[in-house]
């Protein structure tokens, strides 16, 4: 997989430390990846999970330049389900700190693979995971729903309501164990959560050419 990336764009690995490096290194070297696209750092980690415990990236144009910056979302390994979390939680900073940009911190626990953006201003996720106790205690929906907004700067968070959800998370639970029980919770949510986003897209666009139209 690496190998496949690294021929169109560069490659960063997290590793805790210089004999990880060197085990990485020889792995890749066997396998005949070059080094030149590939850039391991030292940033120790609890999980693997740098999906959902690593940076945001975000990019506004202004004056004319593109600004880049980090948004550091709390994080407890899946509503303190995998303690310790503290290196997980420290890689957003860290990551900055390396690449020299600014953060911005949210104080709020929120999991990268929760949501979804559509780049063009709307942002799906789900009630399941960002307002369940074990992540913010409870905070209403709305507060969560403006921590998302304003930290990733969009207008629109859809929540879809779609039958058959509730019995999904309730078989399956917020955070899944068995690897057969995830696949069949993956495969759900790409099935039905994804065409409810596609078909939020298509029909806001069609909204958008009628009101130009209109005007």
């Given at each position: 997989m690496i190998g496949a990336i690294a021929g169109h764009e560069p490659v960063h690995l997290n590793v805790p430390n210089a004999n990880y490096e060197r085990i990485v290194r020889e792995r890749l070297e066997a396998a005949g990846v070059g080094r030149r696209r590939v850039h391991?750092?030292?940033?120790?980690?609890?999980?693997?999970w740098t999906r959902d415990h690593g940076p945001a990236f975000v990019q506004r144009t202004h004056r004319g330049c593109r600004q880049t910056a980090v948004v550091d979302w709390g994080?407890?390994?899946?509503?303190?389900?995998?303690p310790p979390w503290?290196?997980?939680?420290?890689?957003?900073?860290?990551?900055?700190?390396?690449?020299?940009?600014?953060v911005f911190k949210a104080d709020i626990v929120m999991e990268g693979g929760a949501i979804d953006v559509n780049g063009a201003g709307t942002l799906l996720t789900t009630t399941s995971c960002l307002l369940h106790p074990?992540?913010?205690?409870?905070?209403?929906?709305?507060?969560?729903?403006?921590?998302?907004?304003?930290?990733?700067?969009q207008r629109h968070v859809v929540r879809p309501g779609l039958t058959g959800w509730a019995q999904v998370r309730h078989r399956y639970g917020s955070s899944v164990d068995d690897a057969q029980d995830k696949l069949q919770y993956d495969l759900?949510?790409?099935?039905?959560?994804?065409?409810a986003f596609d078909l939020y897209?298509?029909?806001e666009t069609v909204k958008t050419v009628l009101v130009r139209r209109g005007s």
């Open positions: 391991l750092h030292h940033i120790a980690t609890n999980e693997c994080f407890n390994a899946w509503g303190g389900k995998y503290d290196s997980d939680d420290a890689v957003p900073t860290r990551v900055a700190a390396l690449l020299g940009l600014p074990n992540r913010n205690g409870g905070m209403p929906r709305a507060d969560v729903e403006r921590y998302l907004k304003a930290y990733y700067g759900f949510y790409i099935k039905h959560l994804s065409l897209i298509v029909l």
